[in-house]
């Protein structure tokens, strides 16, 4: 058995222990380094000699993802392995790439210890200094260092690392991400000066009762300890010393610096003091509920892969945190240690996750899983070792978490006895534990609103929904009421949202790839792009609604007052404004633990009025800046004055070719054909959408679609020209006899057509619909919109709490959200009225009676069905509105529960009216 199929996780390397900043000289290896891919293992180890020539070779930069820079090609599983399940044995094909980087001896390491640091390889690795083998290492997201201090020679040295894509490590690596081999982490060399720092382990409590820190840290040799901010100098380390300070927590995280010095070294360190505990299954920190508002993060960039440049890193923090989320779990796997520094400093709550998962075992019924199997209990233990020891320092970790997906055994249960004996300040986290055996918190995935309820109202450990609300294409639906019943259960620790970004690739072709678009032959398609930020970042009307959930403040409007109550944290930094749709502004003086303020005078409008609350930034903070909005909510002052009818007693009149009826003109059979000098296509029922990711995984789509609902035909059986105009039609898919009446009712208005749109199910339709809608073609002409309900952003019945009432305007291209594939998007809910006009300001208005949904776009709902990718979708020979008097809702489907029953949507009798008036 050779160390790539081997069990045993390394061989030659040092102990772990946590990531320290000292003033040990270091130098960074990180840059250009010489490359060769091979499709084997079976290659000559020649190539680790200093005087082996190179020079034919290509560069790589290091860190990074050789598939990403032309050698091979990423692939994208979510469970399946993409080999034979036949642990320990990786494939035979097992693409290998050596790696060569020659560097200069600083002046004076020469005989001296040093140390030799790889921080992420992917997923195996073999060294060799100046020719001598320093021994392998598996792990991939996890830290290694080797001893190498005998080893350098002054002048230069040749470091020379044989990369394999797979071993026996992949089978506990299946992590639903893109399989990317490669150094992708930093590389660099430490010297060890004589009496340094090995290793620091910083303690520090806070008791809310009495306001005190205790600090201790342990250092394997004797050292002191200084932290200026709170007035301790060159105190012993082993020693517990109890201070008054401020807590550390998410909402105000307060860091001391410190030293800790021994003769040799001085490593400087960020302390930060909290308690976590669990009373009466509550889990607490510093005493208080602790409210998790999260996300799950997997290290991505859509160029650079897993290998992060540290602004990325810093901006994931700021958008998380003016996104109002306060807490990440580091799905599936230690981030890099950058990231957790930055969630120490700019507080983040961080569930911290071993680089571990087997899921792809439970496609074989589990059988020979590693979790339960002796032969790798050494490498579960090396890998919660080195995730622990590594990240031990950091206040923002209030949980460890053991891996994901891996079902549960021995091996599980041993890591988290060894990780309770080495840390017992922090509670252990693992979902695959159902009985809750070897962890403290209860964890579950997916579960429904019903399940959450039933779980938080029952006496047990904490809840924590690790996985829930996800975000796969449009949606997450329902997120409100999972917020509410976390705000409603103290048992109920909260949740993370899957996940942060999208995992799309940039491709020359598609724009962004998934599974599939490089040829793998087995993949999971568009289950990567599943994330709350596109793949440029760019916040998605997920995010938006997730900042609107997650909001740590309340407002509540009863008769004339506005009671607000901070959720988390306290109002002392923020400061309340209200806004009148005129511009008129004024501010709520409330104290810091808020209060209920009278609301300012109703102005006199006969116009439907909005107030809106905002509760803003009172001052800049190191994540957002002075007005920065962290809540909102809105409240209707006046109710519209209704539409005033006016009849100016305009009849339809039959023409030779059709029927004229004031700005319209209609054929024979009564269908529209023109209105106000444009050509306009009739309005037509529709029942179908373009299916979204929830509705595809739901198979709600195949529901849709075996009932004909996305190819209706539609019939003209009675034309009624009189002083209205009414077509009475027959919408019915083929292959049925079920079908729908639908009488089309038209009336003069002011300037304008009244359109009734009455519609009557005929037989039994006892599955929901998607839409109840009726669709226009217009002019391609037409592309500026204008409307007076949600916006700016796309809603849905169970989405959109980010939408505020307002007029807005858009393009009918900036109306489309643009999901990596193609899906159902774009509408706008609670639509009073709209515009469409061309460049000109000429067109058509629709007035709701009294409200629609509103969709825009240049493209037909079987088009956008149709394309895998944005750049298949190609704008047709007009622009497609649709008016709709009900819609489907999204959920969350894709993974976990479907659409709530009141967001449902099923045929019924309905009669739904609009005014179209031309502009």
């Not at 030799?116 to 792990?139: M, P």
């Not at 301790?232 to 610096?257: F, K, M, N, Q, R």
Request: overall charge negative; glycine content about 10%; proline content about 9%.
């Amino acid at each position: 058995m050779s160390y790539h199929d081997d069990y045993a996780p390394s061989s030659g390397t040092r102990a772990p222990r946590a990531a320290l900043s000292s003033d040990a000289p270091r130098l960074d290896l990180s840059g250009d380094w010489r490359f060769r891919l091979s499709s084997t293992v079976d290659v000559p180890d020649d190539f680790a000699a200093p005087e082996f020539d190179d020079s034919g070779w290509d560069t790589l930069p290091v860190p990074s993802h050789w598939p990403l820079h032309g050698y091979g090609a990423p692939a994208y599983t979510n469970v399946v392995y993409p080999f034979p399940v036949d642990p320990p044995h990786p494939p035979e094909r097992n693409p290998t790439g050596d790696h060569r980087r020659e560097f200069e001896l600083p002046d004076g390491w020469a005989d001296t210890a040093t140390v030799l640091r790889f921080d992420g390889v992917d997923s195996c690795a073999r060294v060799w200094l100046n020719g001598t083998e320093l021994g392998f290492f598996t792990g991939s997201r996890l830290p290694t260092e080797f001893d190498v201090g005998p080893l350098l020679r002054p002048g230069r040295n040749v470091l020379a690392v044989r990369v394999h894509q797979w071993s026996a490590a992949s089978y506990l690596e299946d992590q639903d991400m893109w399989w990317l081999p490669g150094i992708f982490r930093a590389v660099t060399l430490q010297r060890r000066p004589a009496g340094g720092l090995d290793d620091v382990f910083v303690h520090a409590d806070y008791d809310h009762t009495t306001g005190l820190g205790t600090l201790r840290v342990d250092t394997p040799v004797p050292a002191t300890v200084s932290v200026p901010g709170l007035g301790l100098a060159a105190l012993p380390t082993g020693a517990p010393v109890t201070v008054p300070v401020s807590p550390w927590s998410a909402e105000s995280p307060t860091l001391y610096d410190a030293t800790v010095t021994t003769v040799g070294e001085t490593v400087r360190l960020r302390v930060g003091f909290r308690t976590v505990s669990i009373v009466d299954g509550v889990l607490l920190v510093n005493g208080e509920p602790l409210a998790l508002r999260g996300v799950n993060r997997h290290e991505f960039h859509t160029e650079h892969g897993r290998a992060l440049p540290r602004g990325t890193m810093l901006d994931d923090v700021l958008a998380m945190k003016r996104h109002n989320i306060n807490a990440v779990r580091t799905s599936h796997y230690p981030p890099d240690s950058a990231f957790l520094d930055l969630c120490d400093e700019y507080g983040l709550w961080v569930v911290d996750e071993c680089d571990l998962e087997t899921h792809g075992f439970e496609l074989v019924g589990w059988r020979n899983n590693p979790s339960d199997d002796p032969a790798w209990l050494a490498s579960y233990l090396d890998r919660m070792r080195r995730t622990v020891e590594r990240d031990k320092n950091h206040p923002s970790i209030v949980l460890w978490s053991l891996g994901n997906e891996s079902h549960t055994g021995a091996n599980l249960a041993a890591m988290a006895d060894w990780t309770r004996d080495r840390d017992p300040s922090r509670p252990v986290h693992y979902e695959g534990d159902a009985d809750c055996s070897y962890v403290d918190v209860y964890s579950r995935m997916y579960a429904s609103h019903a399940e959450t309820d039933e779980i938080g109202a029952t006496p047990g450990k904490p809840f924590v929904q690790c996985e829930y609300a996800h975000a796969m294409g449009n949606g997450p639906g329902g997120l409100v009421e999972y917020v509410e019943l976390f705000d409603r259960h103290p048992r109920c620790a909260g949740g993370f949202v899957w996940e942060w970004i999208d995992h799309g690739l940039r491709h020359p072709e598609h724009g962004y790839a998934y599974g599939g678009d490089f040829g793998e032959p087995v993949h999971d398609g568009n289950f990567v792009i599943d994330g709350l930020l596109f793949p440029d970042r760019t916040p998605s009307p997920g995010l938006l609604d997730v900042k609107k959930v997650y909001e740590p403040v309340r407002f509540a409007f009863a008769d004339d007052t506005l009671t607000v109550t901070p959720k988390r944290g306290d109002l002392s930094g923020l400061r309340v404004e209200w806004t009148m749709p005129d511009g008129t502004t004024g501010e709520f003086d409330l104290p810091a633990e808020g209060g209920t303020v009278p609301l300012p005078p109703v102005p006199e409008t006969a116009e439907e009025t909005w107030l809106t609350v905002r509760a803003v930034l009172a001052a800049d903070t190191p994540w957002a800046e002075r007005g920065h909005e962290v809540a909102w909510a809105q409240h209707r002052l006046c109710d519209p004055a209704g539409l005033r009818e006016h009849w100016p007693g305009v009849r339809p009149s039959r023409i030779e070719d059709g029927i004229t009826f004031g700005p319209g003109e209609f054929d024979r059979t009564g269908r529209l054909t023109s209105f106000a000098g444009f050509p306009v296509g009739t309005p037509r029922l529709e029942l179908w959408r373009a299916p979204t990711d929830n509705d595809r995984l739901a198979r709600l789509h195949d529901t849709w679609t075996a009932n004909g609902l996305h190819r209706l035909t539609h019939r003209v059986d009675e034309v009624v020209v009189g002083q209205d105009l009414l077509a009475r039609t027959r919408v019915a898919p083929a292959g049925t006899d079920r079908g729908v009446r639908v009488d089309y009712d038209w009336k003069s208005l002011r300037d304008g057509l009244l359109l009734a749109v009455h519609v009557t199910p005929e037989g039994e339709w006892p599955e929901p619909i998607a839409t109840l809608a009726v669709s226009l073609s217009l002019p391609p002409t037409l592309d500026r919109v204008r409307w007076f309900g949600k916006g700016p952003g796309e809603s849905y019945p169970d989405t959109g709490s980010a939408a505020r009432i307002d007029t807005f305007e858009s393009t009918v291209d900036d109306m489309q959200t643009p999901y990596v594939r193609p899906q159902e998007n774009g509408r706008r809910g609670g639509v009073r009225w709209a515009t469409v006009t061309d460049p000109s300001g000429r067109g058509l208005r629709i007035t709701g009676l009294p409200l629609f949904g509103l969709t825009v776009r240049r493209w037909t709902p079987t088009a956008l069905a149709d394309a895998r990718h944005p750049t298949e979708l190609v704008p047709g020979p007009t622009v497609e509105l649709t008016l709709d008097a009900g819609h489907h809702g999204i959920g969350t489907a894709s993974c976990g529960p479907g659409t709530l029953p009141d967001y449902e949507l099923f045929l019924s009798e309905t009669e739904f009216t609009v005014l179209l008036e031309p502009v």
